[in-house]
C-alpha cells in the first residue's frame, strides 16, 4: 500500500467513526453496526433505488435468507463460483439438520424455484421482481467498512423473459436505471463487459459498474448479468408458447450493494470529512441559532419556524440547539456533510435575512427570508451538480489512454488506462500481471462514445493494435488495480 | 382442533394465496416468500412504526444477524430460553469456524457489548434505538404464516436508562406508542402482565399485547420488558454519575412481529377475502372503468385523471384496465382487500359523478367529482373507525367474566376468560390444566379499568376471591387458549 493509499484510509476510517456511520467494534470481523445516522443515509439510498424499480414496474419481494444445499447445487458454475464463500448452518436448537442450510451470497438458487412456480405461459412474463436485503460472504481478504464485508447491505432485481432479446431490452433498461440512481448519488460511472473469466457464476455475460476511488483504483459498485437460460434449464423455469410448446426463460439480474455508501465517502469526502448528495442526504439544512444572551428566546423561535417552514417544504431539517459554541456546531455537521447551513442570529432577524453556507464550496451568502425555500431549493440543486461535475472531471482525468504496454507500465497504479487488446487469454495475463492491475472489461454503455473518441483523439483513427501483440483489433477495454 | 378452527385456518390459507401474500412453498418448512401485495402491506406497517418511533426520539439502527456464541452465552437465564430454538452457523466456505455463530433470535446478545461502549456518562442516556430486521427460531410445533414462522419479520426497541424509574417511563411510553400504531391497524388488543414462568428470558417482568383471533384464541403480536440490571451487569453497559461511581444502566424492550400481518387478516378479514385497514392498504383506492365500446377512451382517460387526482392527494390508487369484465374486477379487489372503489362508466361521466364503493359495508355512493378527495379522505377515515370499533366489540364480548373453575370449564375456547387468582403457582396450574389454556397474566395497560369495572359490574364489589382456591385476592388475570 502506497503512502498516499494508507493516508487516504486513515481519513475514510476516521470519519467513519466521527461521523457516527457505522461502528466496526462488533465482534465478528467485517459485520458491522450501522449507526443511526448511517443507517438513514443507506435507507435514504434505499429509496432512490425503489423509486427507479417501482416506475420500472419492478414488483417488491422478500425471499428468505437460507437456502437449502440441494437447491444451490443445481446450476453448477454457480456453486463452484460461491462454494468458498458461504456460511453453512447445520445445526438448529440442539439437532443436526439433515439438509444444510446456507446463507444466501445471493439470491438466485432462493428464487429461481419459486420462479419455476410463479411462471407457466408467456402472460406472466416478463417477471420483474426485486429485493433490498443483506447478503453474506465469507471474505478471506482485509476487510473495509462498506467496501469489503461479510455481512453486505444489498438491492437485487431478477427478471424473466420470453427471449434473449427481451432480456437483453431489460440490460438497456437496467443501464438508464443505473444513470438515474447514479445521478442522484453524483457518482460518476463507467460501465465495462467483464472478460470471461471475470463474469458471474453462472452468467453468459456480465456488465460491471465501476468508479474511481482517491486511493486511484477502482471500486465496483455492482453488476448487470444476461443468463440467458443458463439458471432456466437446471431451476425448470419454462412457459408456455401460444403453440402450446414450452420454452425456457431468458433471465437478468442487475445488482449493487452498500459500496455506495463507500463510494459517496470516498469520492465526495473532503479533508473536513462527509459531503453528502442532498438527494440521499439525512438532513439537507441544519439551522444553527446565533445566540446573544439578551435575544435567545427569539432566535432559537424564528430557528424553529424555520425548520418547521423547510419541513413542510419537504426538507429535511435538523435544529442544533445544543448549549455549544456555533463554531463547535459548524464543525460537527461539517463533517456529517449536511449540504447547507442556515445561521440566524440577532441582526439577520432584524434585517429580516438568513446566512446560508455550501458545505461542497464553502459559499457564504445572505438570503432574504422571503426567498429561503426557493434558495434552499436552487442550492441543493446546484450542489448535486458540482458534486457530480467535479466527480465526473476527476474520474475522466483518471483515465490515462496509452497504446503500449510499456506506457502503460508508467501510469499503473494511478487510475485507469485505456487501451486496446486482441480478446486472446495470453495477452491479457501478460496486461494483468506486467501491471499488476485487472482488465475490468471493454467499454459498454452509454459512456463507451466517448472514451472510443477519447482514444482515437490520442492514438490516432486507424485500426487499434492490441497494446501487448500488436494485432489489429477494435476492442478498447479498461485496465485498473482494483478494491 | 374443532371445526370452526379447521375452517378458519383453511380461509385463512385460501386468502393468503389467492390475495398474493406470501407463498409458502419455499422449499424450507416455516420459511415462506413475501409476494409484491404482502411485502407492501408489511413494508407500510414498517412505516407506521418507524413515524411512531421517530417522533418518540427512537434511532433506527442496524445490528449484524450472526452473533457469536460466546456474546450469547452471558446471561443465563438468556441462553437457557433460547438455546433449543437458535440456527447455528458452524462452517464458513471449507472452514471450521473457530466460534460458532447464531442467528440472531432476538438482539440483546448482538446489541449490548456495543451499548457497554457507547453509553459512558449520563449525557448518554437514555440511548433509545430500534431496529426492523428478520429474526430465526427453529419452531418444532406446527408452522402457520406469520403465526408461527421461522425466519420472523420483526421490530425490536432497546433502551438504557439512568435507573428504574427512568425506564418505568418508557414503558408508559411504550404503550401509548402500542396503543398509537394499534389504533392504525384497527386493531383491539389487550395487555396483560405475564406470568413469572412465562416472562421473556431474562427479563424482570414482561407484559404481553394480545389480540383474539376469529379461532376463539388469542394470539401475542408483541411485547414489553423491564429488564431492570439482568443484562447490564452481564454485558457491563454503565455510566458516570456526577459523583464519580459507575452505575449499571436500566434497560427496557418493545417488540412485535409480522404476527400483525396475520391479526390484520384474521381480525378484519370477511367470505370476500381481505379487508386491509386504510393507514396500511397498498392500493387505499381501486379504480374501475366501465366501458361502453364506443366510449371506451374518454372513461379510460377520465380515469386516469382520477388516479393521478387521487395520487396527488397523497392517496395510493390503483386503475385496473385489465381486459376483463367489471364484476370480476371487483372481485378481484375485494378479495385483496382495498378499501374503497371507484366505478367510473359513460352515465357518471355525464353527469360529473363517480361511484364509490365502501369494502368493510359494501355501502354505494354516489358522489360528485368536485367532492371525490374530500369524500375519498372522509370514508378512509370511517373505515377506520368502522373496522376497529366493531373487532373491539368482538374482542369484548369475547371476554367472559367468571369466579369459578367450573363456571370456566364451559366457557373455555370460546375466547377470553377473566377472573381472580391467589398468584399461587399450584392454583395457576390448576387453572392451566383444567381449562387446557395458559394463563396470559393481571391486567395492565389502559383497558385495565375497564375489565376491572366489567368483572366488579357482574361478580360484585366485594374482594375478590381466587376461582381456584377461593382466597382474598386484588389480582384479576386473563386466561385464554393461545396460538
Not at 38 to 58: C, F, P, V
Not at 92 to 103: F, R, V
Not at 219 to 236: A, C, D, M
Request: hydrophobic share 35%; glycine share 6%.
Amino acid at each position: 500500500m502506497t503512502g498516499h493509499e494508507e493516508e487516504f484510509w486513515n481519513w475514510y476510517n476516521d470519519i467513519i467513526e466521527n461521523a457516527d456511520i457505522s461502528d466496526k467494534r462488533y465482534p465478528v470481523k467485517g459485520m458491522n453496526v450501522w449507526r443511526p445516522y448511517g443507517w438513514k443515509l443507506t435507507l435514504l439510498i434505499d429509496e432512490q433505488i425503489r423509486n427507479a424499480m417501482e416506475s420500472t414496474d419492478h414488483d417488491e419481494v422478500c425471499f428468505p435468507l437460507l437456502i437449502p444445499e440441494d437447491q444451490f447445487a443445481k446450476e453448477a458454475e454457480h456453486i463452484k463460483g460461491f462454494n468458498s464463500e458461504v456460511y453453512w448452518v447445520t445445526h438448529a436448537g440442539l439437532n443436526e439438520l439433515d439438509i444444510k442450510l446456507l446463507l444466501r451470497p445471493t439470491s438466485e438458487t432462493a428464487m429461481y424455484p419459486l420462479f419455476s412456480l410463479w411462471v407457466r405461459s408467456h402472460a406472466d412474463l416478463p417477471l420483474k421482481v426485486f429485493q433490498l436485503v443483506n447478503t453474506f460472504r465469507y471474505e478471506t481478504k482485509q476487510t473495509r467498512s462498506f467496501i469489503r464485508v461479510r455481512e453486505i447491505h444489498f438491492f437485487e432485481a431478477h427478471t424473466c423473459h420470453v427471449d434473449y432479446e427481451d432480456a437483453e431490452r431489460q440490460i438497456q433498461e437496467d443501464l438508464e436505471i443505473v444513470e438515474d440512481i447514479m445521478k442522484e448519488l453524483c457518482l460518476p460511472y463507467l460501465i465495462s463487459k467483464r472478460p470471461d473469466w471475470d463474469k458471474f457464476a453462472g452468467a453468459y455475460y456480465t456488465l460491471g459498474i465501476d468508479t474511481l476511488m482517491p486511493t486511484g483504483r477502482t471500486l465496483q459498485l455492482g453488476s448487470i448479468h444476461q443468463y440467458r437460460q443458463n439458471f432456466s434449464k437446471p431451476y425448470e423455469i419454462k412457459y408456455e408458447k401460444d403453440d402450446g410448446a414450452h420454452e425456457y426463460v431468458h433471465q437478468t439480474t442487475y445488482g449493487m450493494s452498500e459500496r455506495l455508501v463507500g463510494a459517496i465517502i470516498g469520492v465526495h469526502g473532503d479533508e473536513k470529512g462527509l459531503v453528502l448528495p442532498p438527494k440521499v442526504a439525512p438532513y439537507q439544512v441544519v439551522v444553527v441559532p446565533i445566540l446573544r444572551k439578551d435575544i435567545t428566546t427569539e432566535v432559537l423561535n424564528e430557528c424553529k419556524k424555520i425548520q418547521e417552514e423547510l419541513k413542510e417544504a419537504g426538507i429535511r431539517a435538523h435544529i442544533d440547539n445544543r448549549d455549544l459554541r456555533p463554531g463547535n456546531k459548524y464543525y460537527h455537521w461539517e463533517m456529517r456533510g449536511v449540504p447547507l447551513r442556515i445561521e440566524l442570529g440577532p441582526r439577520d432577524m432584524e434585517s429580516n435575512h438568513v446566512i446560508l453556507v455550501r458545505r461542497d464550496t464553502g459559499e457564504k451568502m445572505q438570503v432574504s427570508r422571503a426567498d429561503m425555500i426557493s434558495t434552499v431549493n436552487e442550492h441543493m440543486d446546484k450542489i448535486s451538480s458540482n458534486l457530480l461535475k467535479r466527480a465526473r472531471e476527476k474520474l475522466e482525468a483518471g483515465v490515462k489512454v496509452v497504446d503500449s504496454i510499456d506506457d502503460a507500465r508508467e501510469v499503473a497504479g494511478e487510475g485507469i488506462i485505456l487501451f486496446a487488446w486482441c480478446g486472446s487469454y495470453d495477452c491479457a495475463e501478460q496486461i494483468e500481471i506486467v501491471l499488476n492491475a485487472s482488465i475490468l472489461g471493454e467499454l459498454a454503455g452509454k459512456h463507451s462514445d466517448y472514451y472510443r473518441n477519447h482514444y482515437r483523439s490520442i492514438v490516432g483513427d486507424g485500426e487499434h493494435r492490441c497494446a501487448v501483440c500488436g494485432l489489429g483489433t477494435d476492442k478498447l477495454v479498461f485496465v485498473a488495480r482494483t478494491h
